[in-house]
Each structure stands twice: as structure tokens, then as C-alpha cells.
């Protein structure tokens, strides 16, 4: 008997099995503490001036995504349950930087090089703005 977990959300149904949520939600909890004693060690050395933890764990996160899709996924045939592991739960929780990069680079290679540069700016202008918008909401709630 293969057990399964339902989630509903945004009037989205997604079924997923008790084996790929496990081996998600293990990944997603080493991928975390990673970030956060990388992001933590990195703020100690270098301060505060500049989001140098956050810009380290992007950047290690996207080099190790585009390593390991290519040297785990193309050429060793990884497993699928564990490719969800490693690229959702890990990666994901460690950054989400890492995906976006990695479909940037999708686009760019299909030949979608507008498309690219468009979820490029869109992504970051939009998630600026978003983070200031919750800010200034946060704000509102707080007063």
C-alpha cells in the first residue's frame, strides 16, 4: 500500500506520496540549518554592511544546483525520489536563488533570451517590491 499526502492551495490539488514528502521535508531541514550556519558564519566574519551571508548561500546554492543537475541528474541518472530530496528540500530550503537561476539558464539555452532577461528583472524587481509592500504592511500591523 503506497500511502499519500493531499494538499489543496490556491484551489490547486497536489497529491504527493509519504516517501516524497519524507525525503522533501528532510532535505528542506538539513538544506535550512546549512543556510543558516553558512549565511551566520559568513554575517560574523564580514559584518553586517552588506547581505554577505544571503549573496553566499545564492551563489553556493546556484553553483551547486548547475553542478549537481548536470553530474547527478545527466550523467549518473539519480534517482528520482532523491533528485526531489536534494533539488527541493535541500536546495530549496538552502536558497531559492539556486532554482531561479537555474530556469534563467533553462531559458537562455532554449534560445529564450528575452524571456530570460524578462523573469531576470521581473523576479528581482517584483520580489523587491514585494519585500517592501510586507514591510510596509508589517508595519501597519505593528502600529
Request: proline share 1%; aromatic share 14%.
Amino acid at each position: 500500500m503506497i500511502y499519500t499526502i493531499t494538499l489543496y492551495l490556491f484551489g490547486i490539488i497536489l497529491t504527493l506520496s509519504l516517501s516524497q514528502a519524507l525525503v522533501i521535508m528532510l532535505g528542506g531541514s538539513l538544506g535550512a540549518l546549512m543556510r543558516f550556519v553558512v549565511s551566520s558564519s559568513i554575517t560574523e566574519k564580514l559584518g553586517t554592511s552588506f547581505p554577505y551571508g544571503t549573496l553566499t548561500v545564492n551563489v553556493i546554492g546556484s553553483f551547486v544546483m548547475g553542478f549537481l543537475a548536470m553530474f547527478l541528474v545527466e550523467r549518473m541518472g539519480l534517482d528520482p525520489l532523491l533528485r526531489l530530496g536534494i533539488f527541493v528540500g535541500f536546495l530549496g530550503a538552502f536558497t531559492t536563488f539556486s532554482t531561479f537561476s537555474m530556469e534563467t539558464l533553462n531559458l537562455f539555452e532554449q534560445g529564450e533570451s528575452l524571456r530570460a532577461l524578462v523573469n531576470m528583472f521581473v523576479s528581482v524587481a517584483f520580489s523587491v517590491l514585494a519585500v517592501w509592500l510586507g514591510v510596509l504592511l508589517g508595519k501597519q500591523f505593528g502600529s
